[in-house]
């Protein structure tokens, strides 16, 4: 590699195209600017490149390859930035408890950058404050709530989307769904009217996160007709706007959720973005396809944008931004960890029917205390049939505390909250046990969340592999301390270090052997 180093003149002959880019970090310099073109040519010294068409049309040179601009905002599909009001085909996903918090939304929608607000498992006062807070301080700016779905539930629904439509959100980010609710469907045909061509017009933009094919195509689909009919006879939509909503699709966008932190299905992010592609392109052609789960480097959104994706969402890396939700301590963590440092552990909501979240486990003894737990209650029959040993073990390192007082808190909490759960554990030992084990499950991420010193060992934090592949890209970079990362400084670089690979990417097909130095994007910090 050649390494003479340009200075001011020679830099400005460069930029005009009368001088080649040679070495790695000029050629790095013309690979970056994403707004020019790149002409990849030969002269007499050697092979060089370029951003100036009159540079490589000059006498004596040979264009070998080239690449048009690339441009980070024209990455993905144009109608996602177009129908959502945004520069970037990006979104950072909701977290829950308020992780992706109002500050974080706001940053990002002052920017010009989709986020849902993490409502899920906030109560209504607490998503009430959060819209009033991003509305006033973005006034005006496009942003998305997160509306979870809850089986048991429903009146959370129900108060979520009221808030919404109180608010003026214009954007559902829809996850967990199972099955299509009357909330949800209600939330869209309000949004609806007609355009004086008579076509439908949608101001309630729905963006369901699905990681099955069987969930996208409840979806892809126009609302089902019991649920319009019913909200109907009940006055809650009127009869054009279910006519209305029988000519679209649920969705405007479906986000592909492949292994991401938190609930996941794990599936690989290729091959469900490609059954999403083709089960739209079948279906209903005009949404959009979104891809999330391991987005936390430039060359993992180029792959996604380069399958087809319309737009890219994020959300372990963004946990560690300093706007999220989660506590200084959980993000110093979330900082150091590496790919291989996240594990399945079982979840606090659905802990009796054995299902995991991923979550980090540098750092942290949460996921295998919290694989002790369910393995204990799958063996025993309730807390008194726990082996006396493993009781008093449980009660010094993993509750700190005699179990009986954790089942008094628990009936405390429940009674308030959902008396029917005590009503239903108070014959049945083995859900008594579940409850007090979910004791454990449910504080362990408050625990993170508010830093508490002296349960560090017990943090629950939900992550991917994506927060250590994002790691290992800012390393030795302005942006490797985790107090330095902003969250549109993150999609920012992830955006056009996307678009610097895609480029990348079209001129080695087209036969270019670029030096290792040159084609690696090169975070920077932002202001
Ligand atoms: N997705 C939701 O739809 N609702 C949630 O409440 C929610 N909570 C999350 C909490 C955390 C801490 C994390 C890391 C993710 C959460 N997600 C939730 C998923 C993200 O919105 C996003 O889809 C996912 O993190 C993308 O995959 P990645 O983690 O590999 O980037």
Redesign the pocket.
């Known amino acids: 590699m050649v390494t003479t180093v340009l200075t001011g003149p020679d830099l400005d002959a460069l930029s005009r195209g009368e001088l080649l880019a040679r070495t790695a970090d000029e050629l790095y310099g013309v690979l970056a600017d994403l707004d020019r073109p790149v002409f990849v040519v030969r002269d007499v010294r050697g092979i060089g490149a370029t951003n100036e068409p009159g540079g490589a049309r000059r006498p004596g040179v040979q264009v070998l390859a080239s690449a048009g601009p690339l441009p980070a905002p024209r990455l993905g599909a144009a109608s996602f930035r177009r129908t959502h009001g945004v520069r970037l085909a990006y979104h950072a ?4 408890h308020g ?1 992706a918090s109002a500050e974080m939304v706001t940053a990002l929608a002052r920017t010009g950058v989709l986020a ?1 607000f ?1 409502a ?2 906030l109560v209504a006062e607490k998503v009430d404050a959060g819209l009033s807070a991003i509305t006033r301080d973005a006034p005006g700016r496009p942003f998305a709530c ?1 509306l ?1 779905h809850s089986p048991s539930e429903l009146a959370m629904e129900r108060s979520t989307v009221d808030l919404c439509l109180r608010h003026g959100v214009t954007t559902l ?1 829809a ?2 769904f199972l099955e299509l609710t009357p909330d949800i469907v209600r939330y869209r045909a309000l949004g609806l009217s007609r355009n004086a061509d008579g076509s439908p017009r949608i101001a309630h933009h729905v963006i369901a ?1 699905v990681s099955r094919t069987e969930i996208a195509e409840l979806f892809l689909a126009p609302a089902p007709e019991p649920i319009l009919r019913g909200l109907v006879e009940a006055g809650r939509i009127t009869a054009e706007q279910a006519a209305l909503a029988r000519e679209v699709p649920v969705a405007d966008d479906i ?1 592909a ?1 492949a ?4 609930h996941t299905d794990r599936r690989p992010l290729p091959v469900l973005l490609g059954e999403l592609i083709r089960l739209r392109d079948r279906r209903a052609p005009r949404v959009r396809i979104g891809a ?5 480097t430039p060359e993992a959104a180029a792959a996604a944008f380069a399958q087809g994706a319309d737009y890219v ?5 963004n ?1 560690a931004c300093v706007e999220s939700g989660q506590s200084a301590v959980a993000k110093e963590l979330l900082g150091q960890a590496g790919v291989t440092d996240c594990e399945m552990a079982p979840s606090s909501d659905m802990f009796e029917l054995g299902v995991d979240v991923q979550v980090l486990r540098r750092g942290t003894m949460f996921p295998s205390r919290a694989r002790r737990l369910y393995d204990l209650y799958r063996r025993h029959d309730g807390i008194d049939d726990l082996p006396a040993d493993e009781r008093e073990s449980l009660e010094r390192t993993v509750f700190r505390r005699p179990l009986d007082d954790v089942w008094a808190d628990t009936v405390d909490y429940f009674s308030r909250r959902d008396p029917d759960q005590i009503a239903r554990a108070a014959e049945n030992p083995k859900r008594r046990m579940a409850l007090v084990f979910r004791w454990y499950l449910g504080l362990s991420s408050n625990w993170a969340a508010g830093g508490a010193p002296d349960r560090k060992a017990d943090y629950q ?6 927060m250590g592949a994002c790691n290992t890209w800012l390393a030795g970079t302005p942006l490797e301390p985790v107090a330095a990362r902003t969250v549109s400084g993150v999609a920012e670089n992830l955006m056009r270090g996307a678009a610097f690979h895609g480029r990348v990417t079209a001129l080695r097909q087209a036969g270019v052997t670029l030096p290792a130095g040159c084609a690696a994007h090169r975070p920077e910090l932002l202001t």
């Open positions: 996903g909701a977290m829950a992780i849902s993490g899920a498992g997160n979870i980010e996850s967990a996160k986000t959720e292994d991401s932190g938190g999330a789960g391991g987005i936390g969402v994020t959300g372990s890396v946990q934090i939900w992550c991917g592999a994506a």
